[in-house]
């Protein structure tokens, strides 16, 4: 039982330092130096990312296909055959 209640004051205490290194810009620089770029649960709580961190966008290398200067295409031709009939064709079975 008292294991619990350290593991759960210690990450209760983590939180509230997290929130306030979030809140004190000057706090956070004295602790991780003059870089910028990093993350940490302050800059996560500072930014509003609360739930992860923005994954590294995905970038896939663009390649040209050559492309023939005249394309052929047969596109299918599409025929509409309207029918008509009502909703009210066939009265509902007998037996349902």
Avoid: N, Y
């Amino acid at each position: 039982m008292k294991l619990r209640v350290f593991i759960g004051s210690a990450l209760i205490a983590t939180l509230v330092a997290a929130f306030i290194l979030a809140s004190a810009p000057d706090c956070h620089r004295q602790l991780h130096g003059a870089e910028s770029g990093h993350q940490c649960a302050a800059t996560l709580l500072a930014s509003g990312q609360w739930t992860a961190s923005a994954p590294p966008p995905a970038m896939l290398p663009l390649v040209r296909v050559p492309m023939p200067a005249c394309v052929e295409v047969d596109l299918p031709v599409l025929v509409s055959a309207a029918i008509s009939r009502s909703i009210l064709e066939h009265a509902p079975p007998r037996l349902s």
